[in-house]
């Protein structure tokens, strides 16, 4: 008797049985390559700028191949970049092609470039093979019902879309490989840790390994250097793109080739401007999670795991504001739609077992913290990102003019002995992902591991729109304190796009 059995559910089976791993490139498909059938078959959704920084290293992936791509936008020139030309830069350099979109002006993205890049990659480096071109989708719906034998999805979209894709794409049976953070809500962070427990599909969040650094200082903390730890400080220079501090006034036409509805995806309807999209839409509360969301999950993560860290038990915020002046009078601006310029969060940590209670700092726009007594009389200057750990016995400062960590206690500086840290840089960045996708263990990058990371980030949100203190109940997921708050913790969803 045959029974039916697609290559997805094959390959999965076959890798935890121990029928199936990657092995060496030139035993499975010739000098240097993967045979076909043994690769992993991924959907890239999302094709902006990030998307095509990251794409090199998933096209020279032997064990991987990217089958799909999917973006509202199809294809354009209007995107925003940290360099000028440097993403034209990035796909030539992918391509082999010096003259790529030679005299086009502007940032270009879109799905049509994906495709386009994607193809002509693959057809230069695997010739040999026989597959398909990539599928270009508008609808990442429309993709996860007709990609029926795709292995794993990247979810590349603005941050307003990261629950909304990957829960789909898990509740259909594919691995989720997805740039942090895991939702701007934290009930949708929830969501998406409690699907992926339920389901049984390995995930990774792609912030996981960035922090080896700090897991190696927050360990030394750990053995007890710089004795009770009280305080943790974190700054970043982050926003580095435009904090609007009014509505778009006017209403430009939709470009061409650009689905807006879809964009919004669960966003309540409202009119299309630049200024909410491509790498901008961080700075709105329906869109992005402000500066901490795309920084703090890297410099953070690690020191969560390493101190054990659960859900904070409250966050203050405070906050930089703007006026106006309307009829010669000067009023500060209601402001419950973007992030501020600049914000300082502090965030309190209940005792767990040996470990007493901790606070956490977060700080951006230029803010930096107030430094230790202990740090401040050897007249440091601060780095525009750091973190500072402090303690009852001294303080361990990592983000100065100077050469790396620095244990600050008696006597001068020294440089802090590094502890064992992950072992995540030195294999690769996409080694602990691929094993767990091909059926091996779990990444260390799991959702399942981003619990208290997601919560902290979310509810540094939730205290800004809030404008007080507010304390969170994590078990039952509630702010105990204000109970407007609460509202914050999900959004209102458009209909058909509930969660």
Known sequence: MHTKIDRRRFLSTAAATGMFTIVPRQVLGGQGTVAPNSRITLAHIGMGTQSISELGGLLEEPALQIVAVCD????????????????????????????????????????????????????????????????????????????????????????????????????RGRHVLMHKPLANRLREGRLVIGTARQTGRETHLLAYGSGADNARIAAAVRDGVIGRLREIHNWTNRPVWPQYTELPPDRPAVPPGFEWDLWLGPAQPRPYHPHYTHTVFRGWYEFGGGSMADMGIYSLWPVFTTLGLDSPVSASAWATHTCTIEDHVSRTVANDFAYPTACALRFKFAARGDRPGIELFWYDGGMKPRLPE?????????????????????????????????????????PLTEAAGSGEAAEGRAASWLRAFQGGEASPGSFLNAGPITDTVNLGTVALRAGTRVEFDAAAMRITNVESANRFLTRDYRKGWEL
């Open 72 to 171: 509202p936008n199809r294809d354009s020139h209007d995107y925003v970049e940290w360099g000028r030309n440097s993403i034209r830069s990035r796909i030539r350099s992918y391509l082999g092609n010096p003259t790529w979109r030679e005299g086009r002006s502007g940032c270009p993205g879109g799905r049509e470039v994906g495709r386009e890049v994607i193809d002509t990659y693959y057809a230069k480096q695997r010739g040999t093979d026989r597959f398909r071109g990539v599928t270009p989708y508008v609808d990442f719906r429309e993709l996860l019902e007709k990609e029926r034998d795709i292995d794993a999805v990247k979810v590349m979209t603005p941050d307003h879309l990261h629950a909304t894709v990957a829960v789909a794409a898990l509740k």
């Open 374 to 414: 202990v740090v401040e009389a050897h007249d440091v200057t601060l780095d525009r990102e750091g973190i500072l750990f402090v303690g009852d016995e001294g303080a361990i400062l990592a983000g100065f003019r100077g050469d790396g960590p620095r244990l600050f206690g008696k006597g001068a500086p020294r």
